[in-house]
């Protein structure tokens, strides 16, 4: 028998440790690379989703733009342009991406179909847009589904107790503003007027304006403004106390006025084809009455007066439109909107029945909220002028006209729906344009087939000069304002409960103007009925597979 050495052991011990360690290796090196992979796959699927996401951001963009190019002014678009997306080839009117790739995923492509359009609400423009995204990243395939609703919603123009398509002006110590006011051009002060609230003016290469402010303006703290604002005046932020926390609200002044130069023009909802509003007024049984009997149901073809007293109010329910001039003054009741077709005279004080008031300080912010929401609304919307005071008298005519024709105002585009005003006065290229003088004849005949002006109404000036007060008598407006072309008249101490929106301003005033924003728009601005505009496209749903 021969005895196993010391060398063969070592050996055979040598050889299994090695086999141990082999398979360690091997076992380690297999599960680094399924590791790997895994990691990979991860990365890829998260990829794949970012990538499917982005693709349908890209075509809900897409859509919005085309859209937008397609109606660049319409106030109500046409939304059936989205009726046929899902037809399997809307090629003719938006190209969707196929096998698109994006650089910053490298070797990834998305497809992007269209595959259900829907109408929401029957009554309503509302358009929701079914997206479906296909993403393959490194053979690793993912979807995203999306429902994305096109609508309309109250313009941003709203946001603001005053709001100018032109240059900017506030002149005057007697000025005071209770809320964020805008241009869409350079802004200027005078005389260091109020603003209890932000300042904003825009680059508009149109104007030549740089989107300058300049001059001085002031502010009051909260609590002069508190001990000092009257209740139509909007709220602080914080409404009580110093606690934001506890008494939060964003849309109260918070004791600053900030100025923000050189921002983006805002687009004005353009009233054209008033046909939309007189679907919408229909669609919504929109009237006005006095005593019980209805003077406007729903759309009236022709101009009216409307006079209201504490006894005989003019009551306001839901949109209406008059195809023609609206002269209106006294007590208003309801909630609504007044669309004219040409212009509205405001030709004496309009205050509210029930008008709302903000306390202030205000402990309970949410419940003033929700009382003020059924108090009293009035929206004038006009495709023409917003006038205020009798304009037949002299001292309207010399103080005011001076400053509704060039070069206080300057030539624009304009609709051409406008030209049954009078508007379309000359092209530039395939766009109509007016010159912007409002002081001459606008081509149309008074009732007693006299000439008319932009700025006069359709009725005769002895009926007029009956009905208006001077303009220096007219103290108190309670509604938001707005018009296509000019706001103008000349008072004396005027408040002003709501907004004025407007494309030129010529207001001339001997005493004070205070302009208290009505909050109300911003959170029910919609159910007010008042000019709208295309809203940024909204993701209703979405889901990832």
Same mark, same amino acid.
């Given at each position: 028998?021969?005895?196993?050495?010391?060398?063969?052991?070592?050996?055979?011990?040598?050889?299994?440790?090695?086999?141990?360690?082999?398979?360690?290796?091997?076992?380690?090196?297999?599960?680094?690379?399924?590791?790997?992979?895994?990691?990979?796959?991860?990365?890829?699927?998260?990829?794949?989703?970012?990538?499917?996401?982005?693709?349908?951001?890209?075509?809900?963009?897409?859509?919005?733009?085309?859209?937008?190019?397609?109606?660049?002014?319409?106030?109500?678009?046409?939304?059936?342009?989205?009726?046929?997306?899902?037809?399997?080839?809307?090629?003719?009117?938006?190209?969707?991406?196929?096998?698109?790739?994006?650089?910053?995923?490298?070797?990834?492509?998305?497809?992007?179909?269209?595959?259900?359009?829907?109408?929401?609400?029957?009554?309503?423009?509302?358009?929701?847009?079914?997206?479906?995204?296909?993403?393959?990243?490194?053979?690793?395939?993912?979807?995203?589904?999306?429902?994305?609703?096109?609508?309309?919603?109250?313009?941003?123009?709203?946001?603001?107790?005053?709001?100018?398509?032109?240059?900017?002006?506030?002149?005057?110590?007697?000025?005071?503003?209770?809320?964020?006011?805008?241009? /869409? *051009?350079?802004? #200027?002060? !005078? +005389?260091?007027?109020? $603003?209890?609230?932000?300042?904003?003016?825009? @680059?508009?290469?149109?104007?030549?304006?740089?989107?300058?402010?300049?001059?001085?303006?002031?502010?009051?703290?909260?609590?002069?403004?508190?001990?000092?604002?009257?209740?139509?005046?909007?709220?602080?932020?914080?409404?009580?106390?110093?606690?934001?926390?506890?008494?939060?609200?964003?849309?109260?002044?918070?004791?600053?006025?900030?100025?923000?130069?050189?921002?983006?023009?805002?687009?004005?909802?353009?009233?054209?084809?008033?046909?939309?509003?007189?679907?919408?007024?229909?669609?919504? /049984? *929109?009237?006005? #009455?006095? !005593? +019980?009997?209805?003077? $406007?149901?729903?759309?009236?073809?022709?101009? @009216?007066?409307?006079?209201?007293?504490?006894?005989?109010?003019?009551?306001?329910?839901?949109?209406?439109?008059?195809?023609?001039?609206?002269?209106?003054?006294?007590?208003?009741?309801?909630?609504?909107?007044?669309?004219?077709?040409?212009?509205?005279?405001?030709?004496?004080?309009?205050?509210?029945?029930?008008?709302?008031?903000?306390?202030?300080?205000?402990?309970?912010?949410?419940?003033?909220?929700?009382?003020?929401?059924?108090?009293?609304?009035?929206?004038?919307?006009?495709?023409?002028?917003?006038?205020?005071?009798?304009?037949?008298?002299?001292?309207?005519?010399?103080?005011?006209?001076?400053?509704?024709?060039?070069?206080?105002?300057?030539?624009?585009?304009?609709?051409?729906?406008?030209?049954?005003?009078?508007?379309?006065?000359?092209?530039?290229?395939?766009?109509?344009?007016?010159?912007?003088?409002?002081?001459?004849?606008?081509?149309?005949?008074?009732?007693?087939?006299?000439?008319?002006?932009?700025?006069?109404?359709?009725?005769?000036?002895?009926?007029?000069?009956?009905?208006?007060?001077?303009?220096?008598?007219?103290?108190?407006?309670?509604?938001?304002?707005?018009?296509?072309?000019?706001?103008?008249?000349?008072?004396?101490?005027?408040?002003?409960?709501?907004?004025?929106?407007?494309?030129?301003?010529?207001?001339?005033?001997?005493?004070?103007?205070?302009?208290?924003?009505?909050?109300?728009?911003?959170?029910?601005?919609?159910?007010?009925?008042?000019?709208?505009?295309?809203?940024?496209?909204?993701?209703?749903?979405?889901?990832?597979?």
């Amino acid at each position: 028998m021969k005895r196993y050495s010391d060398k063969g052991m070592v050996l055979i011990l040598l050889y299994f440790l090695i086999v141990v360690l082999l398979i360690t290796f091997i076992a380690f090196i297999s599960r680094s690379i399924w590791e790997n992979k895994d990691v990979f796959r991860s990365r890829d699927t998260l990829q794949a989703y970012y990538l499917a996401e982005a693709g349908v951001d890209e075509v809900k963009r897409g859509l919005y733009d085309t859209f937008r190019q397609v109606f660049p002014q319409a106030l109500l678009n046409d939304f059936s342009w989205f009726d046929d997306l899902d037809d399997g080839d809307p090629s003719n009117k938006y190209t969707l991406p196929t096998d698109a790739a994006l650089a910053m995923v490298a070797g990834g492509t998305y497809t992007v179909t269209i595959t259900l359009v829907n109408q929401p609400d029957l009554t309503e423009e509302d358009r929701d847009i079914t997206f479906v995204c296909t993403a393959v990243v490194n053979n690793t395939s993912k979807i995203v589904t999306s429902v994305v609703r096109y609508s309309l919603a109250t313009s941003s123009v709203f946001d603001y107790s005053y709001f100018v398509n032109n240059l900017g002006w506030f002149w005057g110590g007697g000025l005071t503003s209770q809320g964020d006011i805008r241009s /869409n *051009g350079d802004f #200027s002060f !005078g +005389g260091n007027p109020t $603003v209890n609230g932000d300042i904003y003016a825009s @680059v508009n290469a149109d104007l030549g304006a740089n989107g300058d402010i300049t001059g001085n303006s002031r502010n009051d703290s909260i609590d002069f403004y508190r001990n000092n604002a009257d209740s139509a005046a909007r709220p602080t932020n914080p409404t009580a106390g110093s606690d934001p926390d506890v008494y939060a609200y964003p849309n109260g002044y918070d004791g600053e006025s900030d100025r923000f130069p050189q921002q983006e023009v805002l687009n004005m909802p353009y009233l054209g084809d008033l046909n939309d509003y007189q679907n919408l007024a229909v669609s919504q /049984n *929109g009237t006005i #009455s006095q !005593g +019980g009997v209805t003077l $406007v149901d729903n759309v009236l073809n022709d101009n @009216v007066v409307l006079i209201g007293t504490v006894v005989n109010p003019i009551v306001i329910n839901g949109p209406v439109v008059v195809s023609g001039d609206v002269l209106i003054k006294g007590v208003v009741t309801g909630q609504g909107t007044i669309f004219s077709g040409r212009n509205t005279h405001i030709i004496g004080d309009i205050t509210y029945q029930n008008p709302p008031d903000w306390l202030k300080p205000d402990t309970t912010p949410d419940a003033t909220d929700t009382q003020n929401a059924t108090r009293d609304f009035l929206g004038l919307a006009s495709k023409g002028n917003v006038i205020v005071g009798d304009y037949t008298r002299n001292d309207w005519q010399v103080n005011v006209t001076t400053y509704l024709q060039p070069p206080f105002t300057q030539a624009y585009e304009v609709d051409s729906t406008d030209s049954d005003n009078g508007y379309v006065q000359y092209y530039q290229g395939a766009n109509p344009y007016f010159n912007g003088d409002y002081t001459v004849d606008d081509g149309g005949t008074k009732l007693d087939g006299s000439n008319r002006k932009f700025y006069e109404s359709s009725y005769d000036d002895t009926y007029v000069g009956s009905v208006a007060e001077p303009a220096n008598q007219i103290n108190q407006i309670d509604a938001v304002t707005y018009t296509n072309h000019a706001f103008a008249g000349r008072v004396g101490n005027l408040t002003m409960n709501g907004s004025l929106i407007a494309r030129d301003e010529a207001i001339i005033y001997s005493g004070s103007i205070t302009m208290n924003y009505d909050i109300r728009v911003k959170y029910k601005g919609d159910d007010f009925y008042l000019p709208r505009e295309l809203d940024l496209p909204r993701t209703q749903y979405m889901k990832r597979d």
